[in-house]
């Protein structure tokens, strides 16, 4: 439990823009005890040295640095956690570090692959919905003619249109 309420407060200090605190405390102070713990679900916290990894990804997307969050991101394997809300949310992130790159199709297949996941998520997450939008609203100017239909279809099902 202390380690899932450091991440907590790491989740804190970078929506405060306190990256250099939020690193440190998620290096210095959650890392290890997700280490102690290990990968599993108590108290329905999901903590562990999977959760706190997907927490940095978070630090570096919050902060804008896309290329490092997906660098991270290559390093970890979700395949076994047991939330589908933290699959989603990585899931997410990784779509955000995709749209700070302009790379239009890397966040249409991660919309999609969050629609398989939990649908209901998709529609509801304002953040989902922007990413989504933002797509429809770039066919016109930089997407690919190819991923129209499906960005179309995607437009559609969330009704954003």
Known sequence: MEGAL????????????????????????AAPLAEQAGDGNVAWTVFGPTNVALHAISIETLAGDAAEGLR?????????LPSRE????????????????????????????????????????????????????QLQQRIRPVFRRQVDALVERLQLM
């Open 72 to 80: 991270l991101a290559d390093q970890i394997d979700t395949g076994q």
């Open 86 to 137: 933290r699959q989603f949310t990585h899931i997410l992130e990784l779509a955000g570090c995709h749209a700070l790159r302009r790379d239009d199709a890397a966040v249409l297949v991660h919309l999609l692959d969050m629609e398989a996941l939990a649908p209901e998520d998709l529609a509801r997450s304002p953040l989902a919905r922007s990413l989504a939008r933002s797509l429809a609203l």
């Open 6 to 29: 450091e991440l907590v407060a790491v989740v804190s200090d970078a929506r405060q823009r306190r990256w250099t605190d939020a690193r440190r405390r998620l290096k210095e102070r």
